[in-house]
């Protein structure tokens, strides 16, 4: 699924984000820092600004917007989602950002990265653990929202 997110305004693109629903046994052959416990993720294939919205804050928004399709899936299948991404290796400190805390971004890639927040656990997998040959180097990310609740 794609989804378009647009000013209000004049309808102008802003960005673009791109999620695939599906389950924790189809998607962990991909993204390695999944977790069992979760059986459906809502996974973030990809995010792309317009380059005159780069130098803001959109990758922000397009978060929120992320955070606002999985408590809709969530809601509508009335079971808990899970949030699970690849990110290449430049995109941890904007990950990171995201969590509004004081601690600067790690730059670790020999161990896992885990950090919670009242709004949400970000827990960060380097490719160099799962194996070294993996180009480009990158995160596998797993997003835990924990203010959603299951109605």
């Given at each position: 699924m794609v989804y378009l997110l647009c000013k209000h305004d004049?309808?102008?693109?802003?960005?673009?984000?791109?999620?695939?629903?599906?389950?924790?046994?189809i998607l962990k052959a991909k993204v390695h820092a999944l977790t069992p416990d979760i059986s459906t993720y809502?996974?973030?294939?990809?995010?792309?600004?317009?380059?005159?919205?780069?130098?803001?804050?959109?990758?922000?928004?397009?978060?929120?917007?992320?955070?606002?399709l999985?408590?809709?899936?969530?809601?509508?299948?009335?079971?808990?989602?899970?949030?699970?991404?690849?990110?290449?290796?430049?995109?941890?400190?904007?990950?990171?950002?995201?969590?509004?805390?004081?601690?600067?971004?790690?730059g670790d890639t020999d161990k896992s990265l885990y950090k919670e927040t009242k709004r949400f656990t970000l827990f960060i997998k380097p490719s160099e653990i799962i194996s070294p040959d993996i180009k480009p180097v990158q995160d596998h990310v797993l997003i835990i929202f924990d203010t959603l609740k299951v109605r």
């Open positions: 004049d309808d102008e693109i802003i960005g673009v984000l791109a999620v695939q629903l599906t389950t924790y046994d809502l996974y973030l294939s990809w995010i792309a600004l317009d380059t005159k919205y780069q130098k803001y804050n959109y990758f922000a928004f397009l978060f929120e917007f992320y955070h606002v999985v408590r809709r899936v969530q809601i509508q299948l009335g079971t808990r989602i899970g949030g699970a991404a690849i990110a290449i290796r430049r995109m941890r400190p904007y990950l990171w950002s995201l969590l509004n805390t004081d601690i600067r971004c790690p």
